[in-house]
């Protein structure tokens, strides 16, 4: 059974920052990995999407890393801002097509 | 172009009462999935539909059941409400289902569902 875990559960830096936020999973098995933000209350934003034949993502300040053989993903945010407080979460798309979920990172980030 | 959009948004309902949620998603996208989230259990993955079928389903009662309709748009129907059905609702659409879903999922900003 495939398991996601997110790593720290929460983190707390000052502006400016470049930060990592970490994913494991159980199962290399896997289609593709999809990192999302999400905001108090409100639904999931799409950050980034690797597909598991790929090793890495990037969109703006934001990379995303895959290493399927480990069972890692690592998302790093670079000169981190107060905007970019959120809830960070990974979900991976495993053999069953059905996308198994991490708890998430609560990121905040201190002006 | 217009994102997933779910109605209503609050939702209050009493114990033993059924409730539909809706979702349409993004024109041209075929697939719907369907997920709970709770403070205790995180995201939990209800169902997805794909041209009108059920494709996969996740470990939930009967209660909680589902439909997709011809132009995509879905709906979620739960029965006989207990309190902790409260959660926070997403759905999300793809371009296709299953192992084609290689453009990832969009989400809709929910329906917050409380139950008293």
């Known amino acids: 059974k495939q398991e996601v875990t997110q790593i720290p559960a929460a983190l707390s830096v000052p502006e400016g920052e470049n930060l990592v936020l970490n994913c494991s999973f159980t199962?290399?098995?896997?289609?593709?990995l999809q990192w999302f933000r999400q905001d108090p209350g409100k639904g999931l934003t799409s950050l980034l999407l690797?597909?598991?034949s790929q090793r890495e993502q990037t969109s703006g300040r934001l990379n995303a890393s895959l290493d399927k053989s480990s069972g890692r993903s690592t998302l790093y945010i670079a000169a981190s801002q107060p905007g970019d407080s959120a809830t960070y979460l990974c979900?991976?798309?495993?053999?069953?097509?059905?996308?198994?979920w991490g708890a998430g990172t609560k990121l905040i980030i201190k002006p | 172009k217009a994102g997933v959009t779910q109605t209503p948004r609050y939702l209050i309902k009493t114990r033993g009462q059924q409730v539909t949620l809706s979702c349409s998603p993004i024109?041209?996208?075929?697939?719907v999935s369907w997920y709970q989230q709770t403070p205790g259990q995180g995201l939990q993955f209800l169902f997805e539909?794909?041209?009108?079928?059920?494709?996969n389903k996740g470990n939930f009662p009967g209660r909680f059941s589902g439909r997709q309709f011809s132009n995509s748009r879905s709906e979620m129907n739960v029965s006989t409400l207990e309190l902790g059905d409260s959660a926070l609702y997403l759905c999300?659409?793809?371009?296709?289902?299953?192992?084609?879903?290689?453009?990832?999922?969009?989400f809709g900003s929910g329906t917050r569902l409380t139950v008293v």
């Open positions: 999300a659409s793809s371009l296709d289902a299953g192992g084609q879903a290689v453009y990832g999922y969009t």
């Open positions: 979900a991976v798309m495993d053999s069953n097509y059905q996308l198994i």
């Open positions: 539909y794909f041209s009108e079928t059920q494709r």
């Open positions: 199962d290399s098995a896997i289609y593709n």
């Open positions: 024109s041209g996208h075929r697939s």
């Open positions: 690797i597909q598991s």
